[in-house]
């Protein structure tokens, strides 16, 4: 008769990392994208020659689904207990790794949705806005 040590649940707690980072981040970019595009269709009928520069948010949102992808697999291609020892130590810390990118994806995302409907639209009515945008990307470093 064997003892249950825990560690045989430890992969459910891994995936399960793997799982979060992966699903909150797509979460993330989802809301990113819809809530900035919003904001570029809308200033695509004020001013339609700014909306291929308005698409900047658009695509920093979609890296964030981008990002938990590969923090997804990153967590599942160490997850192997035939091969190596798995402990629950192990689960834990993936499942929280998996979390924070998660979660930070999350979060990050809805910033970018909100932030980037107010500056597209901001743009569509000062165009000049866009110049001080970018010189201030220059100057720090970006």
Known sequence: MSTFSGDETAPFFGFLGAAAAL???????????????????????????????????????????????????????????????????DGYAHLSSGLACGLAGLSAGMAIGIVGDAGVRANAQQPKLFVVQSRMRKECGS
Request: charged residues 10%.
């Open 23 to 89: 699903v909150f981040s797509c979460m993330g970019a989802a809301y990113g994208t819809a809530k900035s595009g919003v904001g570029v269709a809308s200033m695509g009928v004020m001013r339609p020659e700014l909306v291929m520069k308005s698409i900047v948010p658009v695509v920093m949102a979609g890296v964030l689904g981008i990002y938990g992808l590969i923090i997804a697999v990153i967590i599942s291609t160490g997850i192997n207990p035939k091969a190596k020892s798995y402990y629950l130590f």
